[in-house]
């Protein structure tokens, strides 16, 4: 997940502290990705060594301001306008665990899809709830929240499928007639 | 979760159902199924074609006798009542809201939902205020002397579901209620069930897509006409599925 591609694109709608772009991040991604001040702080100063922001002035309590350059707009430019690389997708330790209960002996395979699929059917239900607690007209931060929740669920969505499916291919491959 | 019995408006209780019993084309479409569905609860029951689930629904709604087990129905068991009476009790007790061709086409929404009210035995006017209390509380009451062709397959969807719930009855059976519907129109129509089993109805759901089933209090799995998991406890207090059932289930020759 680019963080600096996300501090960038904020800093590009004006000037910020660190503190403030942390705030500002959490609450504008629905406060589904916690980042810590330390990790600003860095990826503030790889923006300012690369060329794409700038230190432009020290308050009395030493907090400092941010300011993007033209590259630095150049470069959310491009983020904005370029997919999301999914050459190389996350490692899913439920595909992990999955893919290596089919060639273990003594794993029962079934056993292990439904408990997947168990906690994957209680997951969508706290997100569903979670969705329930959005007002039905939702703007700003909530509006934010509520698409990142609906990605969730779409999400774990496919992946009870995907266990769903996983199931029926087995049961293909061992002969049993559906 | 409290183990009390008396306020389940649906109990099953080791519920079969086998057909052709005895010759070569026996099939079990449902074994030894327990589940409670008390008002304030939405149960979603999921499970692939064949599974069972359907069977789940026509037992709960007396649309169907178990073989084995026992139905009970707003405190009355369906075992014992003539086929006449099991339809009275159906018709006070239940409503149903299909995937499609909830509506009659040559009625108004709310004639529509007026219309088990009046084969109630209602007077028209009380019916009519009844239906139109119906249609408020799932927030179509500006669509009551709409056709159904002319309202959205979401609204379709609501006033179904204001029929189901209209007059006493508390307990609603969905079948697939979200089926023909884009991702919006079904969400809206799953925050409505959901609104009217929070503000006191039953409900059952029977779907094949997690994401609706999500809504639910509790989840259970169907395959092959067996418990094969749950999100929850299917009956209050009395705990899940016997864990030898889901192994024999899991081990899969069957």
Partial sequence: MSIRHSLLSLLAEGDRHGYQLRQEFEGRTGGTWPVNIG??????????????????GKQDDGSVTYRITPAGKAEVDTWWTSPVTRAAPDRDETSIKVALAVSSPGVDVLAVLETEREETLRALQAYTRAKTRIPDHPTGGELARLLVLDQQIFTAEAQARWLDHCEQR???TQGSVR | MTGQTAGDLLRMTD???????????????LRSFSLAVAPGELVAVMGPSGSGKSTVLHLAGGLDVPTSGEVVLDGVS???LSVRKRAALRRRAVGYVF?????????????NVMLPRELDGVATSTARTEALAALEEVDVADLADRFPEELSGGQQQRVAIARALVGPRRLVLADEPTGALDSLAGEAVMKVLRARVDAGAAGLLVTHDAQHAAWADRVVRLRDGFVVGTTGDLVHGVGRAPAGVVGDVAGGQR
């Fill in chain 1, 39 to 56: 990790q600003v702080y860095t990826t503030l100063g790889r923006l300012c060594r690369d060329g794409l922001a700038e230190e432009v």
């Fill in chain 1, 170 to 172: 087995l049961a293909a």
């Fill in chain 2, 15 to 29: 519920a079969g159902r086998v057909h052709h019993a005895g010759t070569p084309a026996e099939v079990h479409a």
């Fill in chain 2, 78 to 80: 369906l075992g014992g």
């Fill in chain 2, 99 to 111: 995937q499609d061709l909830n509506l009659v086409p040559a009625l108004t929404a709310v004639e």
